[in-house]
């Protein structure tokens, strides 16, 4: 058996190595200056005497024998990389020695000195050579860490961990040799069976904020409402849904106490009930009433924890994906349980530590499973996890796959856990919960609905007055409703809206009555009876509202509704560039009647009105009523020729105009420039002219907005645009911004790259130069090919760009728009029309891909045809000719 490097002789081969490759590395740099006395020496390091004698130092202490044959692949690699350095270090020492004995000729640097005797492939050469031992010391020492090696030599470990920390220095802003640090430790985490948490959990966490790591861990799984749809359900009318915690069951109905549940060793609870039987309302007081977490703690002996999540399908993904709902309670649950967070995400801990990175990165999908499991594993029986999830029906997935992750959970050996799910009674979640406790909401609803009536219909003077003069019938009336509901409260608070509404209107008995026959017993049946009593007035400006809002692709905020009600195209184009007044709350508030008194209710927004809040269907029968075909197409008669696309641009166009430059965000300009394009790209009812006007008029306020100095500071632009020789600043050279788009360009360029072929075909009619300036890029280049940060294997060109000494990798884009580089062909681009980036033709790097997909074997024998019939060679070697001129 052989034994394992001293620890002392690890550190003192580690030592020896940073030590080399940060003198080495600094030779190699022009600030290495040497300053030659009359003596033929100077008083600096950089001096070539003194620079040869250190590097035989450093050799020196790189050769000390180690006493015990490395026992492990990764001191025998450390060894290696000793070794490898050595050899380094005597090739300079030699060269340098040569050098010097040359003579007195005086030299900037280490690295003109170098130059007189190597060539820059060389002198590249060792470059790339002291950078990969660098990079794999840093990998030797991070494994040699985890291993229990140094465990009993905490002294050692520090000092380890020191130069590890000067690894890291060396490297910063080494974002590839970040990222490979990080793969490895991910892949050690994979390939071993010890518990990297408890590895870290005792003295070595010593001196990192465990708290920090937790908080940033939170910050990362939380995302966009994810507690929108908890917030937006209704809260429960006072004295409703009470009996859900009586110890008895107060009601005829046979049902399975919930109360007693709460206490038992039952794993699962199933509410269900007819679509707006209320189970959402009824979860939401669940989720917020303490008595849940007293009943539990009643039943348990260790602490609860709790976390819920409420699927919304015409919400956002996260609303609807078992992403989503795993996050979420996720995220619940380690805030509670923060000092499980090692064990639930022991990669990213071990990063955190070793890197002192803390995780920015949006985590994958995998990484929070497997976190989820982890965490709930590492609490174990030590607490009780309850948990409470709603809509299961909602879900935008396989439901009988969800019922079976449910069930997973709720059988596990590992963890001690309580769900509590509600969902309609359907096929899937009938076989799946039929052997748990299950509560139907609509059979035990009724009194319920008689008290919500009942107290509704007080606050009228005009029901008041009706139980004074007939109080036998105001009795009858209330259990109608109750009656004909079939326990559907959202029916219910429709009801009640209509009926109220004749009371103010001074209905007589016989009045409301046939008010309340007339209304169709069924949620469908009553939505299309709302529609159909919609004042002829304002059927048009219903019709274009249920448009706007459908035809958003995002969550549509009340005042991008405002704007996109109120301005047309040509009032968004003449609008001046400057801060929103305070009179846009008049606008919003005036937005919210109009949606009010012409949708009916059947979009709402919140009680806490502000400009963002969003506007969402009442409930998910509204969206299934209103998106059925007959349905929108009735409301789409009520106004055929409305464009609910060119609204939206405008609405994007009138915000963006409006921003206060000194508080607005790249990111915030960003969304309002791709909202804009998007919406113009879609608003296909409408002159491709207009269209333009308006992406031209975005274009020229971001290039306001950009360009004018903030208070105090300097323009956006200054502070953070790239500056091109020669060309004119734009807004789009600031990098989030260009949206991806290779600079550099112009804003043709941009809507080139977006593939935006009705505003190309435009723009070029209207006498844009099809070939611009050759310090800009060919349209055509920006059409067919696409700048990616790494360099993928295959099918991948690797450029030097002359110009802006930047090294770049540029890839043909996998589905090309055919239409756009027929376009731009027909027009005169040239297929061999060279980049002056890349110093390569368009044809050239699309003849370069070895497996070409369908779209880019058709662009290439377009190109190669084009090229063909207009014999272009000719002009390509001009093009080149006059590049090289200018390098």
């Known amino acids: 058996m052989t034994d394992s490097m001293d620890p002392l002789s690890i550190l003192a081969v580690a030592t020896s190595v940073v030590q ?61 990389l000793c070794a490898e350095c050595n050899r380094a270090a005597q090739e300079l020492i030699q060269t340098l020695e040569s050098i010097r004995d040359r003579g007195s000729s005086r030299w900037r640097s280490c690295l003109s000195a170098l130059k007189s005797v190597w060539n820059e492939n060389q002198i590249e050469s060792l470059r790339k050579r002291l950078d990969a031992y660098r990079q794999q010391m840093g990998l030797s020492i991070l494994v040699i860490l985890r291993e229990d090696i140094c465990s009993s030599q905490s002294d050692v470990n520090e000092q380890l961990k020191d130069i590890f920390k000067a690894i890291l220095d060396i490297n910063t802003g080494n974002t590839s040799w970040q990222n490979r640090m990080s793969r490895k430790i991910h892949e050690l985490q994979q390939s071993t069976l010890r518990d990297p948490a408890n590895y870290l959990s005792t003295g070595r966490v010593e001196g990192v904020n465990t708290q920090a790591f937790a908080r940033s861990l939170l910050s990362l799984l939380k995302y966009a409402n994810m507690d929108d749809r908890h917030h937006r359900i209704a809260t ?130 995998t990484q929070i499973v497997r976190g989820f499991y982890r965490l709930l594993e590492s609490i174990g029986f030590s607490k009780q996890v309850f948990l409470l999830i709603d809509g299961l029906d909602e879900y935008r997935g396989d439901h009988s796959q969800l019922a079976e992750f449910l069930k997973t959970l709720m059988h596990s050996p590992y963890m001690n856990l309580k769900i509590c799910a509600s969902s309609r009674p359907w096929v899937v979640f009938e076989d799946a919960f039929r052997r748990t406790p299950i509560l139907k909401v609509e059979e035990l609803t009724i009194p319920d609905i008689i008290t919500f009536v009942e107290e509704n219909f007080r606050r009228s003077f005009g029901f008041k007055a009706l139980e004074r003069e007939e109080p036998e019938y105001a009795t009858k009336l209330v259990e109608d409703i109750a009656r004909k509901s079939s326990g559907v409260f959202l029916w219910v608070s429709l009801v009640v809206r209509s009926l109220t509404a004749g009371f103010t209107n001074g209905d007589k008995k016989a009045d409301l009555q046939a008010r309340l026959d007339a209304l169709p017993a069924d949620l469908e049946g009553l939505f299309q009876r709302i529609l159909e009593s919609l004042d002829i007035e304002y059927q048009q400006q219903a019709s274009e509202l249920f448009q706007i809002f459908r035809a958003s692709r995002s969550e549509l905020d009340i005042l991008t509704l405002t704007f996109a009600d109120h301005y047309d195209a040509e009032q968004a184009i003449r609008q001046n560039v400057e801060p929103l007044s305070c009179a846009v709350n008049y606008s919003i508030d005036r937005m919210l009647r109009r949606l009010k008194s ?52 405008t609405s994007w ?41 308006l992406v031209d008029e975005m274009d020229s306020a971001l290039q306001s907005i950009t360009s004018s100095p903030r208070t105090g500071r300097s323009s956006l632009y200054k502070y953070y645009g790239n500056v091109y020789p020669e060309i004119p600043p734009h ?41 611009q300036d050759t310090t800009l890029l060919p349209l055509l280049f920006n059409a067919l090919v696409v700048e990616s940060k790494t360099a993928p294997i295959g099918n991948t060109l690797h450029m030097t760009n002359n110009l802006f000494t930047a090294k770049r990798f540029h890839t043909p884009k996998i589905k090309p728009n055919i239409d756009l580089v027929r376009l731009l062909l ?62």
Not at 658 to 685: G, H, P, Q, W
Not at 834 to 840: F, I, M
Request: hydrophobic share 35%; aromatic share 8%; with cysteine.
């Open 20 to 80: 080399f490759l940060d003198f080495a590395g600094g030779l190699l740099g022009e600030t290495a200056k040497i300053y030659k006395s009359a003596e033929g020496f100077s008083d600096e390091r950089a001096d070539l005497h003194r620079v040869t004698k250190e590097l035989i130092r450093l050799k020196g202490s790189l050769e000390c024998p180690i006493q015990a044959k490395a026992a492990s692949v990764h001191e025998d690699d450390l060894q290696s």
């Open 236 to 365: 429960a009318h006072s004295k409703t849904f009470e009996w859900i915690y009586s110890p008895e069951n107060p009601r005829e109905v046979r049902w399975e106490n919930y109360s007693r549940w709460l206490e038992s060793s039952s794993k699962l609870y199933w509410i269900t009930g007819k679509a707006g039987s209320g189970k959402s309302t009824l979860m939401k007081s669940l989720r917020d009433d303490p008595r849940t977490l007293e009943h539990l703690q009643k039943g348990s002996s260790v602490p609860v924890v709790t976390a819920g999540h409420f699927f919304w399908s015409p919400g956002t993904e996260m609303e609807v994906s078992q992403d989503g709902l795993i996050q979420s309670l996720l995220h619940q649950i380690l805030s509670q349980t923060q000092e499980h967070v090692l064990h639930a995400f022991p990669d990213l801990w071990e990063e955190y530590y070793l890197l002192q990175s803390v995780p920015t990165a949006r985590l994958q999908s």
């Open 598 to 649: 012409r949708c009916k209710g059947l979009l709402e927004v919140p009680a806490e009105l502000s400009p963002s809040s969003t506007i969402q269907y009442l409930h998910r029968t509204v969206k299934d009523f209103i998106e059925k075909e007959e349905t929108w197409a009735f409301l789409t008669s009520l106004a055929p020729t409305f464009d609910p696309n060119l609204a939206l641009c």
């Open 653 to 693: 166009l009138v915000q963006l105009k409006t921003v206060d430059i000194d508080f607005v965000s790249r990111d915030s300009l960003e969304s309002y420039m791709k909202c804009c394009i998007f919406y113009a790209s879609e608003a296909l009812r409408s002159p491709a002219s207009i269209r333009v006007r």
């Open 731 to 771: 807004w789009s050279h600031i990098k989030e911004l260009s949206d991806g788009t290779m600079q550099p360009g112009t804003f043709l360029n941009l809507m080139t790259h977006r593939e935006a072929v009705w505003y190309i075909k435009v723009k070029l009619n209207q006498g844009a130069p099809i070939r």
């Open 826 to 887: 027909q027009s005169g681009a040239d297929p061999t029309e060279l980049d002056p980036l890349s110093a390569q033709s368009v044809l050239k790097i699309y003849k370069s891909i070895k497996r070409p997909t369908h779209d880019q074997k058709t662009i290439r024998d377009i190109l190669a045809d084009h090229a063909r019939k207009t014999n272009t060679r000719k002009g390509a070697t001009n093009y080149l000719r006059r590049l090289l001129c200018r390098i």
